[in-house]
């Protein structure tokens, strides 16, 4: 059986940041889920179709981690046939041995409901806007409005809305600089290893 983290949370709270710590440090697979909805999102064209015929330079593409993909991705990603579409890959990916760590919105809650170990990331959401400014040279409070909007979407749509699942170990990362919450993380998860 391979082990299985599932890391969930809203916009730029740092669960890419921990996903590939986990994975580096454990030697597990990472799939970033968010670039599965970027990358259709980017594609164009009937979604669902996208979603359904994503090739590795889909996932490849230089403009997928903008502001404005993010945007197209939970727009996309409020489609349940989207979301369908993109299962099996994420279902594949998670069946790896020895492991791994799939980082999204739905992988504790829909995707791998029995994961060893979940973790719900989140921040502030001035902190994460800042955060997230500073990566791709925008402007704060641009930034802060926007991931709002998104994660108003995310968490409201039908579809897998983003929440924590019941069993999820909340890492506020508001306060914590990227070492410790990594720090925080492979304690989660020393706990449950042994
Ligand atoms: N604990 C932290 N302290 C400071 N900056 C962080 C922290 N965690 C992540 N970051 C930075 O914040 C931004 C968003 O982090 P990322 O891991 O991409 O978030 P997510 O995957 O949740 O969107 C990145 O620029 C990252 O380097
Ligand atoms: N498992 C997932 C991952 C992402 N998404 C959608 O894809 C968008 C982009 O996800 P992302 O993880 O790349 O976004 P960031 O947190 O990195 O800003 C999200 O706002 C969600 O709408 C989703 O619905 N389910």
Redesign the pocket.
Known sequence: MPFIIAID?P???????IARALAAHFGFHHLDTGLLYRATGAKGGDPVTAALSLDASDLARADLRSAEAGQAASRIAAIPEVRAALVDFQHRFAAQEPGAVL?GRDIGTVICPDAAVKLY?TASDQVRAR??A??LGADPEEMLAQLQERDRRDSERTAAPLKPAPDAVLLD?TH???PE?IAQAIAQVNKVRG
């Open positions: 949370g916009a730029a709270s740092g669960k890419g940041t980082d990331v955060r997230r500073a990566e990362t914590l600089g990227i919450a």
